[in-house]
């Protein structure tokens, strides 16, 4: 992952709208009172697929492995959340496209620390 402005603001930024676009679609898609587990489930490949979809405009710009990967963990984990979350208990549109946005800030924040981690110091 590169490390200038642009592309740290461009990654952000995509896991961000990812992450809020996909957990307000899952939103629409999972009516309250159903099976939580069921939810979750169904939620999380829905996120991933949209996640494909969601990647495509970002990585004309940032690179296709670059912001393909953290979009697939935001999708995953926003679609599993919302959909946890949306099956459970009352949840508006707005809450939905918060908490993918918090679930595509956390993923990004845990690509850069994992990516960093492993790959260990880097000399300029």
Same mark, same amino acid.
């Given at each position: *992952?590169? /490390? ?5 603001? %461009? ?7 990812? @992450?809020?676009?996909? +957990?307000?679609?899952? &939103?629409?898609?999972? $009516?309250?009172? &159903? /099976? *939580? ?6 939620? #999380? ?11 495509? $405009?970002?990585?004309?710009?940032? +690179?296709?492995?670059? !912001?393909?990967?953290?979009? #697939?963990?935001?999708? *995953?984990?926003? %679609? #599993? !959340?919302? +959909?946890?979350? %949306?099956?459970?208990? #009352?949840?508006?549109? @707005? ?8 679930? @595509?800030?956390?993923?990004? !924040?845990? !690509?850069?620390?994992? /990516? /960093?981690?492993?790959? +260990?110091?880097?000399?300029?």
């Amino acid at each position: *992952m590169d /490390n200038r402005l642009y592309f740290v603001l %461009g990654d952000l930024l995509a896991n961000l709208l990812g @992450g809020a676009f996909i +957990g307000w679609l899952v &939103w629409l898609m999972i $009516p309250t009172g &159903w /099976n *939580m587990w069921l939810a979750m489930f169904i939620a #999380m490949a829905v996120g991933m697929l949209l996640a494909t979809f969601v990647f495509i $405009p970002f990585s004309i710009f940032l +690179g296709a492995m670059e !912001v393909m990967v953290p979009l #697939m963990l935001t999708g *995953m984990v926003a %679609g #599993m !959340v919302t +959909g946890m979350r %949306g099956a459970m208990g #009352m949840l508006d549109a @707005g809450g939905a496209a918060f908490e993918g946005a918090v679930c @595509g800030l956390a993923c990004i !924040v845990a !690509v850069w620390i994992l /990516n /960093n981690t492993i790959r +260990g110091p880097q000399m300029n």
